[in-house]
């Protein structure tokens, strides 16, 4: 049992005995100043109607029942109206480092939700360019996203869902034919809303060397299916360069070849939410929140976008996936409403608020204090792949999940290159490589260091016990991080955990010290080392052991 837990028990038993419910749930949290000690507690302020005596009065009482041995307490304080602020005796406040060697690389995992299914779609891009930076965003949010869920015991599927059809698409393969077109003597011109960036040279120069009966590109269907196919496989490179995989890669274009579209429109119209106006195919979303009622079927007879997106969600529930999360960015606001009204128009018994909504604002990069857009490669945005030439993937990923996803972002290259401590996934990394050189120096195998036999009461500086209190609140927070969908608060505490790791580091020798202290200390440095090598695992990125 670790340290908190002991304390929970004890205050249970102890308020109990005051005349509480057997079922109480003492409260504890850690005080924002640690001058106010490790622990505090409302459990007072909330017996103090139930009891029928003043918040101080039980407060005392408690701690009075209190075996504060057990519990491990050295000290209690009561504050304010009630609160109660307890500090750990060194010995049990360190203690609990045992359990972080005992588990390693697992420490901080739970099987919360074992045997619980989870699909989660992120960047879905249209396959019309390279991915750019706020691809990239995506892609570190739903990587890190389902890294998160699966450490809380759920089975992720990872999904990419691509747009293969549509208008996008066709421009695509006009700007394509454009380019093969110039190939052959004629002037350039690229079609309105087509595509200028030096891939799609790329793209006419394979075509032409796989067609050559068809060098001009009068067969756009062609033309378009080997566009489509490079740019998934350039699509695919971006994501290998980015350290993401994907399970299931989902074609839009199947949902009109297997009928998927046809299937859901026909049970929206038999449901009696679908109705005919002005030519056009109708459906009352108003019925289920939205502002407005949306087209389905324009009078042309083609669909609008938020049909297969319907569609495409019946096939994840049939598939099974009874949670689901979609990864996006702010500009498919208003897709949220449309498709879950849809869902829920089927009549299903698809939940009201499926599929649930990550959404991420665009990131702005700067470069010595200037904004770049342009990509040769791209022609007119940054990329993912630019980003990562420029910084190294760790980098990248790092700066794109150091905020919540819904705040807008500034991509700093100059910061992100710079090896100091203004650079926050320079300083994290080097708290881990600076623990591992404790050990190179001291030619220990960190396996080797053990709990047994430690004084833990040696742990007893203030740097010691603030590092410590991190650690252990580590799982807490990877949980809640986990049910939130923020893996900024994991990148969060990596930057607060290495500077503590830092400042021990600088105050407190390891190595020379004696025999009891140091062999307490080198616990540390190996919980320490463990803990952020999990944490930095989570998000993606590498834990160096030399810098």
């Known amino acids: 049992m670790s340290a908190v837990e002991l304390l929970r028990a004890e205050l249970t038993r102890a308020a109990v005995a005051l005349g ?34 003043k918040p101080r009065d039980v407060a005392e009482a408690l701690i009075a029942t209190l075996d504060l041995g057990a519990a491990g307490v050295a000290a209690t304080e009561i504050a304010g109206p009630g609160f109660i602020n307890f500090r750990l005796r060194d010995d049990a406040h360190a203690a609990p480092l045992a359990g972080i060697l005992a588990a390693g690389p697992a420490y901080g995992r739970s099987t919360t939700h074992a045997g619980e299914g989870v699909n989660i779609e992120f960047v879905s891009a249209n396959p019309t360019g390279p991915l750019h930076v706020g691809h990239g965003r995506q892609a570190a949010l739903g990587d890190a996203i389902s890294a998160l869920l699966a450490n809380v015991g759920w089975t992720v599927t990872r999904e990419f869902y691509y747009n293969d059809g549509g208008v996008q698409i066709q421009n695509l393969a006009l700007s394509v034919q454009a380019r093969l077109r110039e190939l052959a003597g004629d002037a350039l011109v690229i079609p309105e809303g087509g595509y200028h960036g030096e891939y799609i040279k790329d793209i006419a120069r394979t075509y032409a060397a796989e067609h050559a009966d068809d060098p001009r590109g009068d067969q756009l269907d062609a033309v378009r299916q080997v566009a489509v196919l490079e740019l998934r496989k350039e699509q695919d490179l ?32 038999k449901g009696g939410h679908a109705f005919e ?22 009078r042309d007879g083609t669909f609008t976008y938020f049909v297969p997106d319907v569609a495409y969600h019946v096939t994840k529930w049939q598939r099974g996936f009874r949670k689901a ?63 990562i030439d420029e910084v190294g993937r760790d980098a990248v990923r790092y700066f794109f999940l150091m905020r919540k996803g819904e705040s807008q972002l500034v991509f700093d290259i100059d910061l992100a290159r ?16 600076r623990l591992s050189g404790i050990f190179r120096v001291g030619n220990i195998d ?102």
Not at 246 to 269: C, I, N, P, W
Not at 340 to 348: D, I, K, S, T, V
Not at 463 to 477: S, V
């Open 20 to 53: 509480a419910p057997s079922d109480v749930a003492p409260n504890l949290e850690r005080p924002r100043d640690p001058k106010h000690g490790d622990w505090a507690s409302n459990l007072a302020l909330t017996l103090a109607k139930p009891l029928g005596r």
């Open 446 to 547: 960190p396996a080797t260091v053990t709990a047994d036999g430690v004084a833990w009461g040696k742990l007893d500086q203030p740097e010691e016990r603030e590092l410590i209190k991190a650690l252990l609140d580590y799982p807490t927070l990877v949980a809640g991080a986990a049910d939130a969908l923020e893996p900024h608060r994991v990148a969060t505490w990596l930057l607060e955990t290495a500077r503590l790791v830092h400042t021990w580091y600088h105050k407190h020798h390891v190595l020379g010290e004696p025999a009891e202290i140091q062999q307490a200390r080198l616990v540390l440095a190996r919980s320490a080392r463990i803990v952020l090598a999990n944490a930095l695992a989570l998000l993606g990125l590498s834990a160096p052991e030399r810098m």
């Open 238 to 269: 971006d994501l290998k360069a980015f350290g993401v995989a994907f399970d299931v890669y989902f074609l839009e274009s199947s949902l009109y070849t297997d009928g998927k579209v046809t299937e859901t429109v026909a049970a929206l119209q």
């Open 325 to 387: 999360i979609n990864v996006q960015g702010a500009d498919h606001h208003s897709t949220v409403t449309r498709v879950r009204a849809g869902l829920q128009a089927l009549e299903m018994g698809i939940p009201a608020g499926y599929p649930d909504y990550v959404l991420h604002q665009m990131v702005t990069v700067m470069r010595a204090g200037e904004e770049v857009k342009i990509s040769k490669r791209a022609g007119s945005y940054v990329t993912v792949r630019d980003l």
């Open 418 to 433: 710079a090896q100091s401590e203004e650079n926050p996934v320079y300083y994290i990394q080097m708290a881990h490589a």
């Open 277 to 298: 106006d002005d030519g056009a195919l109708w459906l009352r979303t108003t019925d289920f929140g939205d502002d407005k009622d949306r087209v389905m079927r324009k």
